[in-house]
């Protein structure tokens, strides 16, 4: 288990992030309500949410670059506020956004920040040089860093990320606005990195490619934690019905109508040759009498599956599910 | 695998800001362009200077052309270069490059200083580039080449300084303060590029700098106040983009306090007093500005590096950590300080000295009470305060600039105005001398009441510290 309470101060033997009763206001606003999770050394661990829920806020707690209004944080033992300047040597950050510099070549900027974190000399053009391998960017070493495309530019941001080998990772929105190609380079890299025993704590959008590349996932909502866990206990904990599509040789109004008539099931989505059914119960010994019963039936199945409810439905699901916030 | 040649340009020691700047700088269109335009025109200047040389040297059109070649000079070293300053940070900012920046080993202030080192490496290639231009002249006849390079030296200092401030307001991002800030820094150097270059054009025709003791004391000037000015602005500038938890105050604090011994040893050296209280004031000025309009922010790791220094370290914390509040407290040793050197330098006898002083203070603290009574909250601190301060200088003008008739009945209803009674001092007006102790009596209630209105303002937010750092574990303090 990834994610403790705090207050039970459970010995944790690895933990890297500790973050305890964050808040943040802006004004009136509270962005951030109350956060406390921590994560073991070498996870990877995905922050979900929408617009405004607070990820970015939290994140950007996280690197030292804005202060809790309450609570704290601990990057390997420090403490973000008092101790910033060896949090960050602990931390690499990855905007959603990163900016770029005219004049300025590829190199020049791997370069630039190498110098900027002490390196000096062979060691220096040792780093610059594994992180232009790692990213796949030495062919365009000398190109200007205002003309790379995105997926480039992604890559050589997160080459940024690593020229001092960071402990942690955090990644906003890392894989925003990439084609599927440079997606997967992406997703690739963090494997890759993930391999590398590095702590990865990434916010995205896209919850299907966080259910891949995460060992867990912290959900947020309304600047408060509403979920923290697995893929499999998100969409096992928030399901309340199945679906299942069924196939049928021919015309498929008498399947309609048969559903029609059948207690517990409901179409969902009419197909060419079939339709898509929610099941009010969805054990496995229901649905194989479900299917029994179809066949015996005379309909002529060709093919009956349960679909999988993906992670985006259990999160909306769990959105709809959870109670008031407290005001 | 594919390989790539990495070129080692640049020398490990540089800073990494500077050479980044320099990197992208040199290569920028506006470098590029003002370089080729002072070529071509020192080419043209020269020229011009050969013909006159071949007309039996025209001394009208020899001082035309000597001149135009520090015009041209001028306008990049005083003009072009330094408004690039404006975008030195800005330019980070919007660009969300300057955080990624924060996460690496370089401070606020190695970032700022970083900026102007670049820029002005880029000042001195284009001086080195007039060399050659210099020397030529010389050998038209005419040319004291010793005195050119002292004026080159000069430039660069007005350059250095220029620069430095256009990089402290570049973080700013509000519109209207850039629109104020640009406006008046073309107007300041407009207005300063002729007299920069009346000067020079003086000097080698015997002005105003022709004597050794004159210069000397030029000299030890600028020795004095131009590095500390530089830094008190490249402080601005870091403190602007800096964390919370890096107190960038206690330095722009103390190097404001220093201005004020400086002012002392310039005197004893034996600069004007007028000369030397004026400089003081206007890098004081700045300072207390800047201190005035910090948001007030508490950050606990600021306040325990002054508890670390045992029994001054409270009062300490409460004069030199971040925000208004704290320099709201300043300015009282700063007051007493200013007060000594002046009863030191014996000024304190002479009442318009005096009162120059006090309207000076109450000048910069007046606006600040106002703005904290009627708009405690306010964001647009320093808009509002440079709008108050720039409504008052009007007022002023429009009395100065008024008919006899109601002049002295004006001229004393604006004594409440600490402002305007500066102004009216600097100026030497007329009626201002006539009723010099009630107007020191007046302005100095109405700077003890600014300075109460403002001390009475920070009562509430220092009692939030005290209940923070009594709900945070001792250690942690």
Redesign the interface.
């Known amino acids: 288990m990834i994610f403790r309470p705090l207050r039970q101060k459970i010995a944790v033997a690895d933990s890297i992030i500790q973050v305890e009763n964050l808040e943040r206001d802006f004004g009136n606003v509270k962005a951030v309500r109350g956060v406390s999770f921590e994560i073991e050394r070498g996870k990877v661990v995905g922050f979900i949410g929408a617009n405004g829920a607070g990820k970015t806020t939290t994140m950007r707690m996280m690197v030292t670059l804005d202060i809790p209004t309450a609570g704290s944080i601990r990057i390997d033992g420090r403490d973000v506020v008092d101790e910033p300047a060896e949090a960050r040597r602990r931390v690499g950050w990855m905007p959603d956004a990163y900016g770029t510099y005219d004049n300025m070549t590829v190199f020049e900027y791997l370069d630039f920040y190498g110098r900027a974190f002490g390196y000096k000399g062979a060691e220096r053009r040792r780093r610059v040089e594994e992180v232009m391998e790692f990213t796949d960017l030495t062919e365009i070493a000398d190109r200007p860093m205002d003309t790379l495309s995105k997926g480039m530019g992604q890559r050589l941001c997160l080459g940024r990320t690593l020229i001092h080998d960071p402990d942690v990772l955090v990644l906003d929105e890392p894989a925003a606005g990439l084609d599927p190609k440079a997606r997967i380079e992406f997703k690739n890299l963090v494997r890759l990195l993930a391999g590398q025993g590095k702590t990865i704590f990434l916010s995205s959008h896209i919850l299907s490619e966080l259910g891949e590349m995460c060992d867990h996932l912290l959900f947020i909502d309304g600047g408060r934690i509403v979920h923290q866990g697995t893929t499999e206990s998100l969409t096992r904990d928030h399901t309340v019905e199945a679906l299942v599509e069924i196939r049928v040789h021919g015309d498929p109004e008498a399947l309609y109508a048969w559903i029609a008539r059948a207690p517990g099931l409901e179409i969902a989505d009419r197909l060419k040759n079939g339709a898509r059914v929610r099941v009010a119960d969805a054990g496995n010994e229901c649905l194989a009498g479900l299917l029994r019963t179809l066949v015996r039936e005379g309909l002529a199945v060709t093919a009956f599956f349960k679909l999988e409810r993906r992670l985006e439905e259990a999160f909306v699901d769990m959105l709809k599910s959870k109670p008031p916030p407290i005001p | 695998?594919?390989?790539?040649a990495?070129?080692?340009d640049f020398a490990?020691w540089l800073s990494?800001?500077l050479?980044?700047e320099l990197?992208?700088g040199v290569?920028?269109r506006v470098f590029m362009t003002a370089f080729y335009l002072t070529q071509g025109f020192m080419i043209l200047c020269v020229i011009f200077s050969l013909v006159a040389a071949g007309d039996g040297q025209n001394r009208s059109a020899f001082g035309f052309l000597t001149g135009l070649f520090w015009f041209l000079i001028g306008v990049p070293l005083i003009l072009l270069m330094p408004l690039r300053g404006f975008g030195a940070l800005y330019g980070?900012i919007?660009?969300?490059?300057l955080?990624?920046?924060?996460?690496?080993?370089?401070s606020a202030l190695r970032i700022a200083a970083g900026k102007w080192m670049a820029l002005m490496v880029q000042t001195l290639l284009l001086v080195c580039s007039v060399l050659p231009y210099v020397l030529l002249r010389y050998f038209l006849g005419g040319v004291n080449v010793v005195d050119d390079l002292q004026n080159l030296v000069f430039l660069l200092f007005i350059s250095g300084m220029l620069t430095a401030v256009t990089v402290a307001v570049s973080p700013y991002e509000s519109r209207i303060l850039r629109a104020f800030f640009s406006v008046g820094s073309i107007l300041a150097v407009v207005v300063l590029i002729p007299v920069v270059v009346n000067l020079l054009v003086m000097s080698r025709t015997g002005g105003a700098f022709r004597s050794a003791t004159s210069m000397g004391l030029v000299w030890a000037g600028a020795v004095l106040f131009v590095p500390a000015f530089i830094f008190l602005c490249l402080e601005i500038a870091a403190s602007r983009i800096a964390?919370?938890?890096e107190n960038h105050a206690l330095t722009k604090r103390l190097i404001g306090l220093y201005f004020l011994p400086a002012a002392a040893v310039w005197v004893f050296l034996g600069a004007s007093f007028s000369v030397a209280a004026g400089l003081a004031m206007l890098c004081l000025a700045v300072v207390i500005i800047d201190a005035l309009a910090e948001p007030h922010?508490f950050?606990?790791?600021t306040r325990?590096a002054f508890l670390r220094w045992g029994r001054i370290g409270q009062p300490a914390a409460l004069m030199l950590t971040p925000g208004w509040v704290s320099a709201s407290w300043f300015l009282l040793p700063l007051a007493l300080l200013g007060g000594g050197l002046l009863w030191l330098q014996g000024q304190a006898a002479e009442t318009k000295e005096v009162l120059k002083c006090v309207a000076f203070l109450g000048g910069l603290i007046f606006p600040a009470a106002l703005i904290r009574l009627f708009a405690p909250g306010t964001r647009f601190f320093l808009a509002i305060y440079l709008a108050l301060q720039f409504f008052f200088v009007v007022l002023t003008v429009l009395v100065a600039m008024m008919g006899s008739f109601s002049r002295e009945s004006l001229v004393l209803a604006l004594t409440p105005i600490p402002t305007c009674t500066f102004l009216m001092g600097v100026f030497n007006s007329h009626e201002y001398s006539q009723h010099v102790s009630g107007i020191l009596g007046v302005t100095m209630a109405i700077t003890l009441g600014s300075l109460g209105i403002l001390l009475a303002r920070t009562i509430t937010p220092l009692r939030d510290i005290r209940r923070a750092l009594s709900q945070t574990p001792r250690q942690?303090v």
Do not use: I, Y
Not at chain 2, 99 to 106: A, D, I, M, S, Y
């Open positions: 695998m594919a390989s790539f990495a070129p080692s490990d990494p800001m050479v980044k990197r992208q290569r920028s980070e919007k660009n969300g490059t955080e990624l920046v924060f996460l690496t080993r370089l964390p919370p938890a922010q950050v606990r790791s325990r942690d």
